[in-house]
């Protein structure tokens, strides 16, 4: 037997390496042409690095090789030809002939990792086992190692992903890129922010991310997965309650928080005043929310950024999705415009309680709609073009006497092109708006607002070695401002027509970031921002006494409106005023071991346009203003350190983190300010500072049936307006104030388990210290009326906030894994029917006169159920 199986294996080898074949080779064959004449005869695949070029000709002589041995021909076309053949197994590699420059180097492999829909993966692991090492991806699916000679077994890995694994033998400089087929079923095993495990050896920390695979099984109120809701369950992160638009990022205002879509800035982040977020679950692909060691490519805000992206059509298949539920429901067909060169996906989303609401004889109507779009183009193997879009909309009718319309509009145009393999570029186009429309038949009247933004970018990543990656970029957007029009519907109107001043500015930055390996444990990611903003005119601006748009009545004891002296006209285009900041960013990592880690990091930030809300929780009517005169940009110092520790393998993962945050110019409001159609905003607002602190804490398990996280918070956020001089009190006495996003303790728990394939269960139980306000100490009487008297600024605090939520998760069949798929969601928001104060109010009881304090509630326990389709 044993000499059976030598000659079997003599008769194998002999047969791989002993084919012959004919071949003609000249000045005009190209590599390409020469591999067709190999492969049809033999067996052999061809490899080559990325400095080869197939098209081109490397053959000097002509000749016709007869019936010669393939290991023969190699060693022939050696000689003459301008680049080095070699035969390893069933491959032949060609690559550019050593000279002794490149002798002494290492060899480079690299490459892109790729979804099914040959997409980038960010973020994958990319492991040599025979020199237990490796790296991972890069935002553009890209990673780069150096190696030896030799052969190597590389291992691909993501979670979500099936494992991907192939030995390969490196001479020189390669190139494999790898296709990796996502695993429904690990999916449903693992519920986690970003990868498997901490990452300790990467500087970004303060970040969180997830996936739509992972949001979906968060339960929400009405049953519809909503990215927004999700990432409240992350430390450092809420919201002002149920129902509620905005949410709060240490300690910071709505506002403070960038919104992207696809590059793109969104202004309003709901639907029906906060019960939807504007992101469609099916079409998003996931989302980054950047609370701290930002970025330097980021700026314009000052307290966190939120990353979303839509998903990229399928190049191959065409596929519908969609689900059913009580409130709305939602559609998504992808695929391909021209197969593996272009593709589409467009996702709708509807409402249809109106229609309910008229079925009852209700004539009273509110909807919301938003229609997701997203098209690639492929143009080359280096170049591709891709347009992202969203169009959404609320409306709101009250008996045909109130009408509100309002929503976001948003495009986005990219090209991206790869130079090499260690640079690559993107340069967008956008155009993002928020309108607001208002309409009262009995009053005869409509108002219109909106803010529009148009702008580029242009962001570089070079690679410049193994170690050491640099981004740069430029970015500029121009923005224009509608605070108000007021037009009246007809003759009978006791209004007439006005409009708010217009208001325009021009913000532009340049930006320049390091990642830098200093050593195996110490890494480093440095960088600088420079960004400037003009506020430009056609407009008027008013002066007033000592240039305080708001004085002090020392009399009354109260600030008020401030009286103009004059004014100046500023023409289209002129600069009213102009801000420049330098933004640094540091960020460091220590790895004690492989799964040990201490992190660092620094970052100044600038924000120069303004959300007027004196509102906890933003409304459709708030209103954008630029940084000017009277309005100086936010900037913000933050300092995070953090501990970060992977457990049992990874199974369990935990970070902690410390943070500290200033900002200088935040604006304040005087007491009983008027906001709303106020030409002369700056008559009730005053300048101040705002500061956070605290501790977050994150606790995981990653694998299993069972998967979860804990996380909890412990924070302070206050306020101080000092008075600008000695006989002025400031606010809140010129004392810190607590800010009305301060919750001093914020706890969330998150399970999901996996019961068989057929059903998974998921709750999420959130708790939270109710959020600051203002409560009235006492009455007084004035004409016979009570009014009550109110305590210092956000003296006091709403009733503890918690809630409990369940869910289950049914699939029929969940073998299938082709036509019709399905599956269905139960769910019970507030499963105990716990009625959370949204606010307080003081008043007097109309039949026995008596003070009375009312609490407002939103949700008790609200059942959901929806059903989920594919094909």
Sequence with gaps: MKHIISACFFLFSWCMFSQNVTVTVDQTVTLKEFFKQIENQTDFKFAFTDQINTGQKYFTQKKTYTNIDTKELINELNKTALVQFSIVGSNIFVKQKATAKTAKKKNKLTGQILDENREPIIGANVFIKELSSGTTTDRNGKFSLEVDHGTYTVLISYVGFKNREKQITVSDDVRMDFNIESDSQELDQVIVTGNKAVDVRNTQMSVSKLSMEQIKKIPVAMGEPDPLKSILTLPGVTNAGEASSGFNVRGGAADQNLILLDGAPVYSDSHMFGFFSVFNADIVSGLDLYKGGIPSKFGGRVSSVLDVTQQTGD???????????????????????????????????????????????NNNSAMFYDINAKFNYRLGANNTLAFSGYLGSDIFDISDRFASTYGNTMGILSWKHRFSDNLNTNLSVFYSDYKFNLGMSTENFEWDSNIATYGLKYGWNHSLSEKLKLNYGIDGQYYNFNPGTVQPTNSNSQFNYKQLDKKYAFESSVYLDFEHQITEKLNLRYGLRYSMFYRLGNETINTYENGNAVVFNSLYHIYEKGTPTGSISYGSGKTISDFGNFEPRFALSYAFNDDTSVKASYNRMAQYIHMLSNTQSPLPTTIWTPSGPFTKPQLLDQYAVGYFKNLRDGDYSFEGELFYKKIQNRIDYIDGADILANNNIEQVILNGKARSYGMELLLRKNTGNFTGWVSYTLSRAEQKTPGRTAAEPGIANGDWYLSGYDKLHNLSVVGSYEYNPKWSFSGNFSLQSGQPVTYANGYYEFGGINIPNYSLRNENRLPLYHHLDVAATYTPRPDKKKGWQSYWV??????????????????????????????????????????????
């Design 826 to 871: 139960f769910s019970i928001y507030n499963i105990y029917n716990r009625k959370n104060a949204a606010s307080m109010t003081f008043t007097t009881n109309d039949d026995t006169g008596a003070n009375e304090t009312r609490r407002l509630s939103i949700f008790g326990m609200v059942p959901g159920i929806s059903y989920n389709f594919k094909f």
């Design 315 to 361: 190049f191959e298949n065409y596929k519908v999705s969609g689900g059913i539920g009580m409130i709305s429901s939602r559609l998504m067909v992808q695929g391909p415009i021209q197969k593996e060169k272009g593709s589409f996906i467009v996702a709708g989303r509807a409402s249809y309680a109106h229609l309910f609401l008229k079925l009852a004889d």
